[in-house]
């Protein structure tokens, strides 16, 4: 739909090679490290970017992610302000996909059509709120799509193929199936049920379908990124921030450096992936 | 005009969407969706199912030990000088409390479905302690989430559950209150998608558990209808309970809802007042939002965050309340008041004394507002209040607030 969502995946098909997706929570552990965390992650090899919106109840989340949320509101993250993020990149990269991910209700207080309006000024491509499964359409899907912004659904482990169209139906952009039934942080499964799984989502769109939830080193990326489109990695990038903060929980010199070392490694993986996929 | 029509009858919702108005919803992730789905479907059949009838009426009558009596507080009303005074005794059930009632309808359904292990969450326990029962009583295992606020304050709910055989595990999270355990047994939910039935204790949550809750907790308002009918010949000028997440005060309101001329009114947790954060009292002084797969009002700060609140009682301390009262508010049916935590220390001293019931202090909160509007009722008027719980569990934190030695 968008049109950077859907040049990067061509892109990124052209090389033969699944896309880097890398999670990171806006705020955390403040707006400018956060910003810088950003600006740095398309050179350490991240093809689309996953904005996340801090919520006080991450009700999918392992404590990994729910801490990061946490240090982001203590910041003084707002919605607002994750919309900022957002715009303060664009003014170095109009080519980056990003998209927002989080829970429904900082955008429902906000306002839907406002926060269209901003998301779109801000120069985001797709959405992810975890809370609104396709039989809540109405609420943002629907003016989403309208606005041209990619409403991005979850699959999982629990969608079956008679419920795999339903959740299709509205989906653009991309894909985003979970790896297992459990939240963020949990141990990744076998590769090859995953491979399975997205083979069964194939055969219902032509959509790229990115793989989530528990990929954590650059062999996770490598394996999975054999069979999907995309990888995206997101507990282990908030770990990494989360160890390099001082005491107190603020910055530490090296926060922004220990991201890029660890999204390189990963984009070493993904890189590899069909190489393996080849043999 | 852009007041919304009133419906025929205010007892016709949900919509198939679980919708009460624009409460309601099914706002959860995806891998929840099938599994609310499944509930959806097997409850509608049970809800149909003579045997299913048959076997929570048998359960009603042996187990919980219905109806619970109405009882007409002689000496609170003298002393009132007002309103005639009935309560309605859940605090009379097995494990002390209406939660029971929801516990023995969901353990059922869990078995149809047949599912092998229970979850619940838990605030004062009372929930907590009623889903290990019920999981004793039909051999399953239970694991109980609790906020590590809650563990400490309702102790003697924390120890019953282990004798049941229950498996309770405190939540660090936030305030370590209900919301938080909410929260966590929402991650195990998703986690063991297969096997494991959430029996969640309120009238919340995604659909169609506000309905399904209510339906199961009904049986209060059905019975107290008939019996205020018997005893007095009319119904009732005034029906009165305590909301949490509202399911004692949905499952009393509901039969009454068509009854134009009984008057239904829900008592938040006013905390320590309502200027700042340290209240619960979610439709006084909160705005509509999505939490825990209903959209419901919520404490929230303008982004949306949610609050934590306060209250006394941990059985109130929930930041939402059930989508139905939220609804039933906003078309104006219900009216919801708040009553400050001193207020409900002062009710529960005065039931104590005058009528020689120790109440919980969840109840207490519907028993103050009680002793603020029955003095100015007419004698000839009534009022019907619901007694949730009995208040052992909450002897100690009542000693240690009152200055009192054990
Ligand atoms: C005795 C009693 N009453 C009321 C409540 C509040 O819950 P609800 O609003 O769902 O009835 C509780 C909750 O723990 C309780 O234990």
Redesign the pocket.
Known sequence: MTVRMDKRFAAVKAEGRPALVTYFMGGDPDFDTSLGIMKALPGAGSDIIELGMPFSDPMADGPAVQMAGQRALKSGQTLSKTLDLAAKFRETDNDTPIVMMGYYNPIYVYGVDKFLDDAIAAGIDGLIVVDLPPEMDDELCIPALAKGINFIRLATPTTDDKRLPTVLKNTSGFVYYVSMNGITGSALPDPSLIAGAVKRIKGHTDLPVCVGFGVKTADHAKAIGASADGVVVGTAIVQQIAGSLTKDGKAGPDTVASVVTLVRGLATGVRAARLVAAE | MNETPKPNSFRAGPDEDGRFGIFGGRFVAETLMPLILDLQGEWEKAKNDPAFQAELADLGTHYIGRPSPLYFAERLTEHLGGAKIYFKREELNHTG???INNCIGQILLAKRMGKTRIIAET??G??GVASATVAARFGFPCVVYMGATDVERQAPNVFRMKLLGAEVIPVTAGNGTLKDAMNEALRDWVTNVEDTYYLI???AGPHPYPELVRDFQSVIGKEAREQILEAEGRLPDMVIA????????IGIFHPFLDDAGVQIVGVEAGGRGLQGVEHCASITAGAPGVLHGNRTYLLQDHDGQILEGHSVS???DYPGIGPEHSWLHDIGRAEYVPIMDHEALDAFQVLTRLEGIIP?L??SHALAEVIKRAPKMRKDQIIVMNL??RGDKDIFTVAKILGMDM
Do not use: F, I, R, Y
């Open positions: 409390s209406h939660k605030g004062a009372q929930h204790g309120t009238a305590a909301v949490g997440g509202g399911s004692n005060a941990a059985g109130l919980a969840e109840p949730s719980g």
